[in-house]
């Protein structure tokens, strides 16, 4: 038995303090410049693996990363545990309730996302030589893999993206997320199939029936008594005064410990098991939005990091760099995933530049390729430069989406959003003491502005979209809305809580200012013309504080708000 010595101990913190703490240092100079934290990951992997150093400084490079089965095993653990707690942040994040309350248009994205790049990636592959093809030598289970890695979208990155330009909470940015929920679901399933029946040691039709049963009654039974059974462990934890959010939190990482055994068992991999895992506890609607981010923070400070540096480190990027490969990699999952995103929209009546947006937020590949990309390494169905090339493509294409979907919104016509806010649609000091009555007593005066619907309507449509996502903002700032048939124009009413209201908002704070937003049905672009002007105005601390804090009356509130606009070059 190998006993792990002082030495091992102390070679092994060296390694997790120096990649940690480069990654995270140069994450943070990226993150800073609008672009994602995994090119810091994979390029402190580069530098400081056999790509450069191992070449340029092999000692001190044999050194900290000896090539010896217990220091290479310490490392690996401490990866693995790391991507697998990110996958099961990825499913906590993963909101299948609403997606199902999209599931017309958010299907219909969801599946020309799906279908197109896969297919186109699946005939393209036939085209490559067979030297990129695993030991296994099947090209059709190469192609299989290859279409459904071309398919994943980075969910994280491109919520991360839209949280930053301000429009998460729109319409546009749920129906992006529903769509990509379903696509993540969906792809995932596919390759645990996939992966399943190709570890099989015959792979025969009926070693493919028993993954398929096994996956689909383990997907099955979770999602449909998961939820419960968690709520319930919930409340016995709160019975029991355990103290919040450690309860949550624990329950969280035992469904993913859960999950991921029981797959594992059944012969599916412990990725798939840790994802429905977080699936199941992000169902809960006992778990807030503040405790949500605590965790994710937590996974993607700290263990995140390690796995994707790690994962660089043994990789040659010299050796196994072949530039058509990644040039092919990356344009045909780019171009898959944007057209069939593209069409999808189109075919929800999406206005053009909506489509674009849209089809800009699907086409990040980010960590769930290059992890997808990992599993298919390790299994032999792919070779080094294949892999490199994934993660390339994977990379580059979390480059190019923030910049890419920053410029389509750019297309999108401002519009003179206050002209929408009359100053006695403006409440100086809300009554309520939480989100329901707040939408209720807003609703109340909006019955001056709006004909045809009475404020209990009014507040059951702003009620049942809150349910899909909270649209608290942060930073005390809330975003309820609502699109109603018939409406002429748009309807603002904007009400101040000066004791706060606890909205489920992502920073845990309490709300103060509650712009509530009407929209007509059949002009959606509206929604988000109006809350990037509310965004860029209440980004500002100063204008926040001022209206928080300063502006006591309607007058005076309306008065701030024009010179906000003003300040910022907002006037149209």
């Given at each position: 038995?190998?006993?792990?010595?002082?030495?091992?101990i102390?070679i092994?913190?060296?390694?997790?303090?120096?990649?940690?703490?480069?990654?995270?240092?140069?994450?943070?100079?990226?993150?800073?410049?609008?672009?994602?934290?995994?090119?810091?990951?994979?390029?402190?992997?580069?530098?400081?693996?056999?790509?450069?150093?191992?070449?340029?400084?092999?000692?001190?490079?044999?050194?900290?990363?000896?090539?010896?089965?217990v220091?290479?095993n310490m490392l690996?653990?401490?990866?693995?545990v790391?991507?697998?707690?990110?996958?099961?942040?990825?499913?906590?994040?993963?909101?299948?309730?609403?997606?199902?309350?999209?599931?017309?248009?958010?299907?219909?994205?969801?599946?020309?996302?799906?279908?197109?790049?896969m297919?186109?990636?699946?005939?393209?592959?036939?085209?490559?030589?067979?030297?990129?093809?695993?030991?296994?030598?099947?090209?059709?289970?190469?192609?299989?893999?290859?279409?459904?890695?071309?398919?994943?979208?980075?969910?994280?990155?491109?919520?991360?993206i839209m949280?930053?330009?301000?429009?998460?909470?729109t319409?546009?940015?749920?129906?992006?997320?529903?769509?990509?929920?379903?696509?993540?679901?969906?792809?995932?399933?596919?390759?645990a199939?996939?992966?399943?029946a190709f570890t099989?040691?015959?792979?025969?039709?009926?070693?493919?029936?028993?993954?398929?049963?096994?996956?689909?009654?383990?997907?099955?039974?979770?999602?449909?008594?998961?939820?419960?059974?968690?709520?319930?462990?919930?409340?016995?934890?709160?019975?029991k005064?355990?103290?919040?959010?450690?309860?949550?939190?624990?329950?969280?990482?035992?469904?993913?410990?859960?999950?991921?055994?029981?797959?594992?068992?059944?012969?599916?991999?412990?990725?798939?098991?840790?994802?429905?895992?977080?699936?199941?506890?992000?169902e809960?609607?006992m778990?807030?939005?503040?405790?949500?981010?605590?965790?994710?923070?937590?996974?993607?400070?700290?263990l995140?990091?390690?796995?994707?540096a790690?994962i660089?480190?043994?990789?040659?990027?010299?050796?196994?760099f072949?530039?058509?490969?990644?040039?092919?990699?990356?344009?045909?999952g780019?171009?898959?995933?944007?057209?069939?995103?593209?069409?999808?929209?189109?075919?929800?009546?999406?206005?053009?530049?909506?489509?674009?947006?849209?089809?800009?937020?699907?086409?990040?590949g980010?960590?769930?390729?290059?992890?997808?990309?990992?599993?298919?390494?390790q299994?032999?169905?792919?070779?080094?430069?294949?892999?490199?090339?994934?993660?390339?493509?994977?990379?580059?294409?979390?480059?190019?989406?923030?910049p890419?979907?920053?410029?389509?919104?750019?297309?999108v016509?401002?519009?003179?959003?206050?002209s929408?806010?009359?100053?006695?649609?403006?409440?100086?000091?809300?009554?309520?003491?939480?989100?329901?009555?707040?939408?209720?007593?807003?609703?109340?005066?909006?019955?001056?502005?709006i004909?045809?619907?009475?404020?209990e309507?009014?507040a059951?449509a702003?009620?049942?979209?809150?349910?899909?996502?909270?649209t608290?903002?942060?930073?005390?700032?809330?975003?309820?809305?609502?699109?109603?048939?018939?409406?002429?124009?748009p309807?603002?009413l904007?009400?101040?809580?000066?004791?706060?209201i606890?909205?489920?908002?992502?920073?845990?704070?309490?709300?103060?200012?509650?712009?509530?937003?009407?929209?007509?049905?059949?002009?959606?672009?509206?929604?988000?013309?109006?809350?990037?002007?509310?965004?860029?105005?209440?980004g500002?601390?100063?204008?926040?504080e001022?209206?928080i804090?300063?502006a006591?009356?309607?007058?005076?509130?309306?008065?701030?708000?024009?010179r906000?606009?003003?300040?910022?070059?907002l006037?149209?």
């Amino acid at each position: 038995m190998t006993q792990i010595g002082e030495h091992n101990i102390l070679i092994f913190l060296l390694q997790v303090l120096i990649l940690l703490g480069l990654a995270r240092g140069l994450g943070e100079m990226l993150r800073r410049r609008g672009q994602p934290t995994i090119t810091a990951e994979i390029l402190v992997g580069v530098v400081l693996g056999v790509t450069v150093l191992g070449r340029l400084f092999p000692g001190l490079h044999g050194f900290l990363f000896p090539v010896k089965e217990v220091q290479m095993n310490m490392l690996d653990t401490f990866a693995w545990v790391g991507i697998l707690f990110f996958m099961l942040d990825a499913g906590l994040d993963t909101n299948l309730a609403t997606a199902w309350r999209q599931r017309g248009p958010a299907l219909i994205l969801s599946l020309s996302d799906l279908v197109i790049p896969m297919a186109l990636a699946f005939a393209l592959v036939f085209f490559l030589p067979g030297r990129y093809i695993g030991p296994d030598g099947s090209v059709l289970v190469f192609a299989l893999f290859i279409g459904t890695i071309m398919t994943i979208s980075a969910l994280p990155v491109t919520a991360k993206i839209m949280q930053e330009l301000k429009i998460y909470r729109t319409d546009t940015g749920l129906l992006i997320m529903s769509a990509l929920t379903i696509n993540d679901v969906a792809g995932w399933v596919v390759f645990a199939l996939i992966l399943g029946a190709f570890t099989e040691a015959v792979f025969t039709v009926g070693s493919i029936f028993f993954v398929l049963s096994a996956t689909a009654a383990f997907a099955g039974i979770s999602l449909w008594l998961g939820p419960g059974l968690f709520n319930r462990s919930l409340i016995f934890l709160k019975k029991k005064n355990v103290p919040e959010p450690a309860g949550s939190l624990t329950l969280v990482c035992f469904a993913g410990l859960a999950g991921g055994a029981i797959t594992t068992w059944i012969g599916i991999h412990a990725l798939f098991g840790f994802f429905i895992g977080g699936i199941v506890a992000g169902e809960s609607d006992m778990i807030s939005e503040n405790t949500r981010r605590i965790f994710s923070e937590m996974v993607h400070a700290v263990l995140v990091p390690v796995f994707f540096a790690s994962i660089a480190l043994r990789l040659d990027f010299i050796g196994d760099f072949d530039f058509l490969l990644i040039l092919f990699i990356f344009v045909v999952g780019v171009f898959g995933r944007y057209i069939g995103a593209y069409i999808g929209g189109r075919l929800i009546k999406q206005h053009h530049v909506h489509s674009k947006f849209i089809a800009l937020a699907h086409i990040p590949g980010g960590q769930m390729q290059i992890v997808i990309g990992l599993l298919a390494l390790q299994y032999e169905v792919i070779t080094d430069p294949v892999y490199v090339a994934i993660v390339f493509g994977a990379v580059l294409s979390s480059m190019l989406a923030g910049p890419g979907m920053k410029k389509v919104l750019k297309e999108v016509q401002s519009c003179d959003w206050l002209s929408f806010l009359p100053v006695d649609a403006i409440c100086s000091d809300v009554q309520a003491k939480d989100r329901e009555g707040a939408i209720d007593e807003l609703c109340v005066r909006a019955r001056r502005e709006i004909s045809g619907y009475t404020p209990e309507t009014l507040a059951t449509a702003v009620k049942e979209r809150e349910i899909q996502m909270t649209t608290a903002l942060g930073e005390g700032v809330s975003f309820p809305h609502a699109r109603l048939k018939g409406l002429s124009r748009p309807v603002i009413l904007l009400g101040k809580s000066i004791q706060g209201i606890e909205w489920n908002t992502p920073d845990g704070k309490e709300v103060h200012l509650i712009f509530m937003v009407f929209t007509p049905e059949e002009e959606p672009e509206y929604q988000l013309q109006i809350l990037q002007g509310i965004s860029r105005v209440v980004g500002d601390a100063g204008n926040r504080e001022e209206l928080i804090e300063k502006a006591k009356t309607a007058d005076e509130i309306l008065t701030t708000l024009r010179r906000a606009v003003y300040d910022a070059g907002l006037c149209v």
